[in-house]
């Protein structure tokens, strides 16, 4: 199977080193942004089969990227899947992530066997 290609956007080192440790073994090629504006410039210079997307950070938040990536998108075309990513477990917080035009929502920590049912779901095949 390709590597698939994942942009990370968390701007908490902890999180991302973690993140990054579970999906590397599971085939993914990972890019990290720090903050949603530099999730967008990364999505303007490559594709990605899928990004994963903390809502709360410094510069530009989850949501705001998100709808960003979106209108990117809208006027090239395609679609990439966003998870959105948080500590919030309100029902009000995954229907920001979904009206933000986000595809899915996890909650922190990050769990690999909740990640997998989620991708599978979005039609992504990864490796165990």
Do not use: W
């Not at 942009?7 to 949603?36: S, T, Y």
């Not at 998108?73 to 009000?92: F, K, Q, R």
């Not at 992530?97 to 690999?112: Q, R, V, W, Y």
């Amino acid at each position: 199977m390709n590597e698939l290609s994942l942009l990370l956007v968390e701007d908490n080192i902890l999180n991302q080193k973690l993140i990054f440790l579970n999906l590397v073994k599971h085939g993914f090629k990972i890019d990290v942004a720090n903050n949603g504006l530099e999730a967008v410039e990364k999505f303007k210079e490559r594709k990605y089969n899928l990004i994963l997307m903390d809502l709360m950070m410094p510069v530009m938040d989850g949501l705001e990227a998100t709808k960003h990536i979106r209108h990117i998108e809208l006027i090239n075309g395609g679609h990439t899947p966003i998870v959105g990513l948080t500590a919030n477990t309100y029902d009000a917080d995954r229907e920001k992530c979904l009206a933000s035009g986000m595809d899915e929502f996890m909650t922190k920590p990050f769990d690999i066997e909740i990640f997998q049912e989620i991708i599978k779901e979005l039609g992504i095949e990864i490796n165990s």
